[in-house]
């Protein structure tokens, strides 16, 4: 199973940019997928999360800016992010919990990180 991101980059503040993250692999389905992101010297966060049935939930810090859309037939997750500010320069992980068997149970992975950086 694996976790891949896409997007990504450097972007001038005020600006936008669109993450996706795509899971492959073998697996029977996933629940919640989302975004969390880390900034140098300050520990990993979530910003936003949506379930398998569309609910979500964002960090305050990205409220009003920051959409999250799933994509349940391709398996991917996508963040648009919008209004971009210097802050929210960090380091962009995906996150799934993935049903792998049948067992009801799921198992997080994590994709590898993607660098956005928001130049003032």
């Known amino acids: 199973v694996q976790l891949q991101a896409f997007g990504g980059g450097l972007v001038q503040a005020g600006g936008s940019l669109r993450l996706s993250c795509v899971a492959s692999?073998?697996?029977?389905?996933?629940?919640?997928m989302g975004w969390y992101r880390q900034a140098p010297g300050k520990q990993r966060e979530l910003v936003a999360a949506i379930t398998s049935s569309g609910e979500t939930n964002f960090a305050d810090s990205v409220k009003g800016r920051f959409t999250i859309s799933r994509d349940n037939a391709k398996n991917m997750v996508n963040l648009q992010m919008n209004s971009l500010k210097p802050e929210d320069t960090a380091v962009y992980y995906c996150?799934?919990?993935?049903?792998?068997?049948?067992?009801?149970?799921?198992?997080?992975?994590w994709g590898q990180g993607t660098l956005v950086t928001v130049s003032s």
């Open positions: 996150n799934a919990g993935l049903r792998i068997d049948l067992r009801n149970i799921f198992h997080e992975y």
């Open positions: 692999g073998s697996f029977l389905s996933i629940n919640v």
